[in-house]
């Protein structure tokens, strides 16, 4: 497939036109940002790790049937997707208590809640991706009520599955946030599945394997990613 013109460059991927308009290419930067961008470093072979961890949790969830936005790995850091529309929010789901719920519940980083916690944000670089609820997304357009329902059904049985998958290599799956697309009128999950976007913690240490090392200054960023791959089953 034919890379053409950028169309987009977020803070860790860039985004390419390609001869079809119904795909389009995902190019994995190893640029690391928090706090909105606040914080910005390079984490050493990111792209890679993440655009091989995405795909391999994208194809696992396929074959689960959940329509996922991947269609073909390219190179190392680059993906064939499907042209979605992305919807602007982003799901959080929630196992164990940690990072902005701990802060905003007071509850220790570890407390399990009674059942798993879904949790919406508005997509929105210039407010900071605040949180919002079901009525917000539906009063100022940001979504249908049935594409709700979708993303909310998709988002806990990606948790299900993911869960189960990650205990089975020695993670606990903390909690995670994932994105969605319009696709020919489905709603398709998109974007990433990565120790960017996931907290991940050694099942029996509870060491952090994620890119909250690099959120919190703690070091060993690039060896929790490797970490991670290995768990996988993912050779580098
Ligand atoms: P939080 O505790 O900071 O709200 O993060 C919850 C989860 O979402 C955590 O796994 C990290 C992930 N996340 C992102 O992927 N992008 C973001 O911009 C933020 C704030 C969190
Ligand atoms: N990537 C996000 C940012 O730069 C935040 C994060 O992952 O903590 O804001």
Redesign the pocket.
Known sequence: MEQKEQLYEGKAKKVYATSDPNLVIVDYKDDATAFNGLKKGTIVGKGVINNRMTNYLMKKLEAEGIETHYVEELSERRTLVKHVEIVPL?V?M?NVV????SKRTGLPEGAKPKMPVLELYYKSDELG?PMINEDHALAFGWATREELDSIAATARKVNDILTEFFASVGVDL????IEFGRYQGRIVLADEISP????FWDSKTKEKL??DRFRRDMGGVEGAYHEMMRRIGLKE
Not at 98 to 101: C, T
Not at 174 to 177: E, N, S
């Open positions: 982003e959080i929630r940690a990072g902005s719920l991706d903390i909690d995670f946030k960017d976007t996931c907290r994620d890119k």
